[in-house]
């Protein structure tokens, strides 16, 4: 009988275990992005999408040379701290101009871990998973 209760317990547990180990998965910064390939960028918010494990905004940025518009995604830290840090599901709005700096992706696509953001003239700390001094 007392097998009977444990195999159940111990299913059980593994199955939780499996559903809810992707949850906590999450990148390094190294695997993603590139340290020293470092851009500089202003432009026009056109999403901002809040959500856990990082929040990510992106922006139109227009080539001053070709004229050509790009849209760029730029990864922040997660909503927890950057709540802890100032800001809020408002702070970034569609339509407003930002400047921000950050790291390219490796893989070439249009993506930046961002290190610095300037919102309505004020700078605030990005979270950014590269670390501190950037």
């Known amino acids: 009988m ?7 317990i111990l299913a059980s547990l593994v199955a ?3 559903v809810t ?10 695997a993603e992005f590139d340290a020293l390939k470092r851009v500089n960028f202003t432009g026009v918010v ?6 856990n494990p990082h929040v990510w905004f992106f922006v139109d940025v227009k080539d ?3 004229g050509t518009v790009t849209n760029w995604g730029a990864e922040l830290g997660g909503p927890n701290i950057l709540i802890r840090n100032g800001w809020s599901r408002h702070t970034l709005k ?3 101009v930002v400047s921000f700096a ?3 992706a490796k893989d070439g696509t249009h993506r930046v871990n961002a290190s610095r953001i300037v919102v309505d003239g004020k700078r605030l700390d990005a979270a950014s998973s590269e670390g501190a001094g950037r």
């Open 102 to 104: 950050g790291s390219l």
């Open 2 to 8: 007392h097998s009977r209760i444990t195999i159940p």
């Open 21 to 30: 180990t992707p949850l906590s998965a999450h990148h390094s910064f190294a």
């Open 46 to 51: 056109t999403k901002v999408d809040w959500g």
């Open 16 to 18: 939780v275990a499996v």
């Open 94 to 96: 569609i339509g407003m």
């Open 64 to 66: 001053e040379v070709t």
